[in-house]
Protein backbone atom coordinates (compact mmCIF):
# COMPACT_ATOMS: atom_id res chain seq x y z
CA UNK A 1 0.00 0.00 0.00
CA UNK A 2 1.03 3.36 -1.11
CA UNK A 3 0.86 6.94 1.28
CA UNK A 4 0.44 10.30 -1.16
CA UNK A 5 0.94 13.48 0.82
CA UNK A 6 0.82 15.08 -2.23
CA UNK A 7 -1.13 15.60 -5.10
CA UNK A 8 1.59 15.41 -7.62
CA UNK A 9 2.12 12.17 -6.02
CA UNK A 10 -1.16 10.68 -6.06
CA UNK A 11 -1.58 11.62 -9.62
CA UNK A 12 1.75 10.10 -10.52
CA UNK A 13 1.01 7.11 -8.94
CA UNK A 14 -2.46 6.49 -10.72
CA UNK A 15 -1.48 7.93 -13.91
CA UNK A 16 0.52 4.68 -14.15
CA UNK A 17 -2.81 2.90 -13.10
CA UNK A 18 -4.80 4.73 -16.27
CA UNK A 19 -2.09 3.47 -18.17
CA UNK A 20 -3.38 -0.57 -17.92
CA UNK A 21 -6.93 0.64 -18.26
CA UNK A 22 -7.52 -0.09 -14.47
CA UNK A 23 -10.78 1.34 -12.53
CA UNK A 24 -10.66 3.68 -9.99
CA UNK A 25 -13.03 3.67 -6.76
CA UNK A 26 -12.66 6.58 -4.48
CA UNK A 27 -13.55 6.33 -0.41
CA UNK A 28 -13.29 9.77 0.68
CA UNK A 29 -13.07 10.05 4.69
CA UNK A 30 -11.70 12.05 7.56
CA UNK A 31 -9.75 9.12 9.54
CA UNK A 32 -10.25 7.42 12.69
CA UNK A 33 -11.43 4.71 10.73
CA UNK A 34 -13.74 1.78 11.90
CA UNK A 35 -15.48 -1.15 10.67
CA UNK A 36 -18.10 1.15 8.46
CA UNK A 37 -15.10 2.40 6.78
CA UNK A 38 -13.47 -1.37 6.40
CA UNK A 39 -17.38 -2.13 4.89
CA UNK A 40 -16.42 0.82 2.10
CA UNK A 41 -13.43 -0.46 1.57
CA UNK A 42 -14.50 -3.79 1.01
CA UNK A 43 -16.57 -2.78 -1.46
CA UNK A 44 -14.18 -1.05 -3.58
CA UNK A 45 -12.26 -3.54 -3.55
CA UNK A 46 -14.67 -5.58 -5.41
CA UNK A 47 -15.61 -2.64 -7.51
CA UNK A 48 -12.95 -1.38 -9.45
CA UNK A 49 -9.38 -2.47 -10.04
CA UNK A 50 -7.44 0.42 -7.81
CA UNK A 51 -9.08 1.61 -4.35
CA UNK A 52 -8.17 5.12 -3.08
CA UNK A 53 -8.46 6.53 0.55
CA UNK A 54 -8.29 10.09 1.30
CA UNK A 55 -8.15 10.34 5.11
CA UNK A 56 -8.10 14.35 5.66
CA UNK A 57 -10.35 16.18 8.19
CA UNK A 58 -11.83 19.12 6.07
CA UNK A 59 -11.94 22.02 8.06
CA UNK A 60 -14.60 23.58 5.77
CA UNK A 61 -17.24 21.62 6.62
CA UNK A 62 -16.60 22.18 10.85
CA UNK A 63 -18.61 25.17 12.27
CA UNK A 64 -17.47 27.81 14.87
CA UNK A 65 -18.71 25.58 17.72
CA UNK A 66 -18.00 22.30 16.11
CA UNK A 67 -15.52 19.56 16.87
CA UNK A 68 -12.70 20.52 14.81
CA UNK A 69 -10.27 20.80 16.98
CA UNK A 70 -11.08 17.21 18.63
CA UNK A 71 -12.42 15.50 16.42
CA UNK A 72 -10.46 12.19 16.90
CA UNK A 73 -7.44 11.47 14.68
CA UNK A 74 -5.00 8.02 14.86
CA UNK A 75 -3.11 8.03 11.42
CA UNK A 76 -1.34 4.90 12.27
CA UNK A 77 -4.59 3.07 12.95
CA UNK A 78 -6.03 4.31 10.15
CA UNK A 79 -3.01 3.14 7.72
CA UNK A 80 -3.60 -0.61 9.44
CA UNK A 81 -7.28 -0.50 8.91
CA UNK A 82 -6.85 0.57 5.23
CA UNK A 83 -3.99 -2.01 4.45
CA UNK A 84 -5.91 -4.50 6.01
CA UNK A 85 -8.94 -4.38 3.65
CA UNK A 86 -6.70 -3.72 0.71
CA UNK A 87 -6.59 0.10 0.03
CA UNK A 88 -3.78 0.58 -2.44
CA UNK A 89 -3.35 4.10 -1.91
CA UNK A 90 -3.92 6.55 1.04
CA UNK A 91 -4.06 10.00 0.36
CA UNK A 92 -2.89 11.68 3.60
CA UNK A 93 -2.47 15.76 2.46
CA UNK A 94 -2.08 18.42 4.02
CA UNK A 95 -4.67 21.13 4.42
CA UNK A 96 -2.29 23.34 2.17
CA UNK A 97 -2.74 20.91 -0.32
CA UNK A 98 -6.19 20.92 -0.67
CA UNK A 99 -6.90 24.70 -0.06
CA UNK A 100 -4.60 27.89 -0.73
CA UNK A 101 -4.41 31.74 0.62
CA UNK A 102 -5.60 32.40 -3.10
CA UNK A 103 -8.78 30.37 -3.30
CA UNK A 104 -11.48 32.00 -5.04
CA UNK A 105 -13.97 30.13 -5.85
CA UNK A 106 -17.01 29.26 -3.18
CA UNK A 107 -19.26 26.05 -3.52
CA UNK A 108 -22.99 26.75 -1.97
CA UNK A 109 -25.26 23.79 -1.93
CA UNK A 110 -28.78 24.93 -2.94
CA UNK A 111 -31.04 21.91 -1.99
CA UNK A 112 -31.34 19.25 0.25
CA UNK A 113 -29.23 21.25 2.88
CA UNK A 114 -31.51 23.41 5.06
CA UNK A 115 -33.02 20.00 6.80
CA UNK A 116 -31.75 17.43 9.16
CA UNK A 117 -28.18 17.70 9.93
CA UNK A 118 -27.64 20.54 7.41
CA UNK A 119 -30.63 22.66 9.61
CA UNK A 120 -28.35 23.39 12.40
CA UNK A 121 -25.27 23.35 10.91
CA UNK A 122 -25.04 26.82 8.29
CA UNK A 123 -22.61 25.58 6.17
CA UNK A 124 -21.56 22.35 6.61
CA UNK A 125 -22.48 20.78 3.55
CA UNK A 126 -20.99 23.80 1.39
CA UNK A 127 -17.72 22.54 3.33
CA UNK A 128 -18.56 18.80 2.08
CA UNK A 129 -19.25 19.96 -1.63
CA UNK A 130 -15.83 21.93 -1.82
CA UNK A 131 -14.12 19.09 -0.67
CA UNK A 132 -15.34 16.84 -2.37
CA UNK A 133 -15.21 18.46 -5.86
CA UNK A 134 -11.52 19.08 -5.33
CA UNK A 135 -10.92 15.61 -4.19
CA UNK A 136 -13.07 14.32 -7.41
CA UNK A 137 -10.74 16.39 -9.33
CA UNK A 138 -7.53 14.72 -7.93
CA UNK A 139 -8.42 11.45 -8.06
CA UNK A 140 -10.54 11.65 -11.26
CA UNK A 141 -12.04 7.94 -9.54
CA UNK A 142 -14.88 5.95 -11.46
CA UNK A 143 -16.62 4.77 -8.47
CA UNK A 144 -17.15 6.65 -5.16
CA UNK A 145 -18.40 4.79 -2.08
CA UNK A 146 -20.78 6.66 0.84
CA UNK A 147 -22.32 5.08 3.63
CA UNK A 148 -26.01 5.30 4.00
CA UNK A 149 -25.64 6.57 7.77
CA UNK A 150 -24.55 9.90 6.57
CA UNK A 151 -27.55 9.61 4.16
CA UNK A 152 -27.90 13.53 3.77
CA UNK A 153 -24.87 13.41 3.34
CA UNK A 154 -25.34 10.73 0.44
CA UNK A 155 -28.24 12.84 -1.14
CA UNK A 156 -26.24 15.93 -1.31
CA UNK A 157 -23.30 14.23 -3.10
CA UNK A 158 -26.11 12.47 -5.75
CA UNK A 159 -26.70 15.69 -6.90
CA UNK A 160 -23.19 17.14 -7.12
CA UNK A 161 -22.23 14.26 -9.26
CA UNK A 162 -25.43 14.99 -11.40
CA UNK A 163 -25.44 19.06 -11.85
CA UNK A 164 -21.43 18.80 -12.05
CA UNK A 165 -21.44 15.95 -14.41
CA UNK A 166 -18.86 13.77 -12.89
CA UNK A 167 -17.87 11.06 -14.95
CA UNK A 168 -18.23 9.17 -11.70
CA UNK A 169 -20.73 6.21 -10.12
CA UNK A 170 -21.86 6.98 -6.95
CA UNK A 171 -22.03 3.66 -5.05
CA UNK A 172 -24.29 3.58 -1.51
CA UNK A 173 -22.98 1.15 1.10
CA UNK A 174 -25.29 0.12 3.70
CA UNK A 175 -25.03 1.39 7.65
CA UNK A 176 -22.49 -1.24 9.33
CA UNK A 177 -23.75 -1.48 12.95
CA UNK A 178 -22.80 -2.86 16.22
CA UNK A 179 -24.56 -6.32 17.26
CA UNK A 180 -27.10 -4.53 19.77
CA UNK A 181 -27.95 -2.28 16.04
CA UNK A 182 -26.07 0.88 17.41
CA UNK A 183 -24.56 2.60 14.20
CA UNK A 184 -20.94 2.61 13.87
CA UNK A 185 -19.66 6.23 14.26
CA UNK A 186 -15.96 7.59 15.75
CA UNK A 187 -17.68 9.54 17.73
CA UNK A 188 -18.93 6.42 19.66
CA UNK A 189 -15.99 6.00 21.46
CA UNK A 190 -16.97 9.25 23.26
CA UNK A 191 -19.96 7.79 24.83
CA UNK A 192 -20.01 7.20 28.55
CA UNK A 193 -20.83 3.46 29.52
CA UNK A 194 -24.42 4.63 30.75
CA UNK A 195 -25.12 6.69 27.61
CA UNK A 196 -23.74 3.79 25.07
CA UNK A 197 -26.44 1.39 27.07
CA UNK A 198 -29.24 4.22 26.07
CA UNK A 199 -27.62 4.73 22.41
CA UNK A 200 -29.10 1.30 21.43
CA UNK A 201 -32.63 3.25 21.32
CA UNK A 202 -31.78 5.03 18.42
CA UNK A 203 -32.01 2.27 16.32
CA UNK A 204 -35.19 1.06 18.16
CA UNK A 205 -37.00 4.06 17.52
CA UNK A 206 -35.94 3.94 13.78
CA UNK A 207 -36.95 0.22 13.60
CA UNK A 208 -40.51 0.89 15.14
CA UNK A 209 -40.88 3.36 12.65
CA UNK A 210 -40.04 0.89 9.49
CA UNK A 211 -41.90 -1.52 11.35
CA UNK A 212 -45.10 0.71 10.79
CA UNK A 213 -44.77 1.65 7.29
CA UNK A 214 -44.69 -2.08 6.49
CA UNK A 215 -47.18 -3.36 7.97
CA UNK A 216 -49.08 -0.31 6.08
CA UNK A 217 -49.12 3.11 8.00
CA UNK A 218 -48.82 5.79 5.44
CA UNK A 219 -49.06 8.73 7.71
CA UNK A 220 -45.35 10.68 7.57
CA UNK A 221 -46.18 12.32 10.82
CA UNK A 222 -47.90 9.25 13.13
CA UNK A 223 -44.69 7.81 11.85
CA UNK A 224 -42.39 10.58 13.47
CA UNK A 225 -44.35 11.19 16.32
CA UNK A 226 -44.42 7.10 17.27
CA UNK A 227 -40.63 7.38 17.36
CA UNK A 228 -40.42 10.79 18.80
CA UNK A 229 -42.74 8.64 21.66
CA UNK A 230 -40.25 5.88 21.91
CA UNK A 231 -37.42 8.53 21.98
CA UNK A 232 -38.98 10.32 25.03
CA UNK A 233 -39.68 7.07 26.97
CA UNK A 234 -36.31 5.34 26.96
CA UNK A 235 -33.56 8.96 26.84
CA UNK A 236 -32.72 9.87 30.03
CA UNK A 237 -29.21 11.28 29.27
CA UNK A 238 -29.67 12.08 25.52
CA UNK A 239 -31.26 15.24 24.11
CA UNK A 240 -33.38 14.64 20.69
CA UNK A 241 -32.10 17.28 18.07
CA UNK A 242 -34.94 15.87 15.72
CA UNK A 243 -36.45 13.20 13.96
CA UNK A 244 -37.91 13.88 10.76
CA UNK A 245 -39.69 11.45 7.76
CA UNK A 246 -38.82 13.16 4.49
CA UNK A 247 -38.53 11.93 0.69
CA UNK A 248 -35.48 10.23 -0.66
CA UNK A 249 -33.12 11.65 -2.04
CA UNK A 250 -35.37 14.88 -2.13
CA UNK A 251 -35.46 15.07 1.65
CA UNK A 252 -38.84 17.23 1.18
CA UNK A 253 -41.27 17.33 4.19
CA UNK A 254 -44.50 15.00 2.92
CA UNK A 255 -47.52 14.30 4.47
CA UNK A 256 -48.16 10.91 3.24
CA UNK A 257 -45.86 8.46 2.13
CA UNK A 258 -46.33 6.74 -1.27
CA UNK A 259 -42.68 6.67 -2.39
CA UNK A 260 -38.56 5.88 -1.05
CA UNK A 261 -38.77 7.54 2.49
CA UNK A 262 -35.89 8.40 5.03
CA UNK A 263 -36.27 8.04 9.04
CA UNK A 264 -33.99 10.38 10.58
CA UNK A 265 -32.82 11.52 13.92
CA UNK A 266 -30.67 12.90 15.68
CA UNK A 267 -29.60 13.11 19.81
CA UNK A 268 -27.14 14.52 21.85
CA UNK A 269 -25.02 13.44 24.36
CA UNK A 270 -22.84 14.86 26.83
CA UNK A 271 -19.77 14.82 24.24
CA UNK A 272 -21.29 13.37 20.89
CA UNK A 273 -24.28 13.59 18.69
CA UNK A 274 -25.07 10.97 16.71
CA UNK A 275 -27.24 10.29 14.12
CA UNK A 276 -28.78 7.31 12.46
CA UNK A 277 -31.71 6.80 9.77
CA UNK A 278 -33.35 3.94 7.67
CA UNK A 279 -34.02 4.38 4.26
CA UNK A 280 -37.15 2.28 3.38
CA UNK A 281 -38.13 2.09 -0.63
CA UNK A 282 -42.47 1.54 -1.36
CA UNK A 283 -43.33 -0.72 -3.71
CA UNK A 284 -45.15 0.16 -6.47
Known amino acids: MKVAYTVKDLRDWLAES ?7 GFVPTMGYLHDGHASLFYKAKETADIVVASVFVNPTQFGPNEDFETYPRDFEHDLRIAESCGVDIVFHPDVSEIYSDSDMIQLNVTDR ?3 LCGKSRPGHFDGVVTVLTRLFHIVQPDYAFFGKKDAQQLAIVQGLIQTLHFPIRLIPCE ?3 EADGLAKSSRNVRLSVEERKEAVHLYQSLTLGRHLI ?3 ERDAE ?6 MAHLEEHLKLGRIDYVEVLSYPQLKVIESINDTVIIALAVFYANARLIDNVIIDIPS
Open 18 to 24: KKSGGTI
Open 175 to 177: TVR
Open 113 to 115: ADV
Open 214 to 216: EKG
Open 222 to 227: RIRQAV
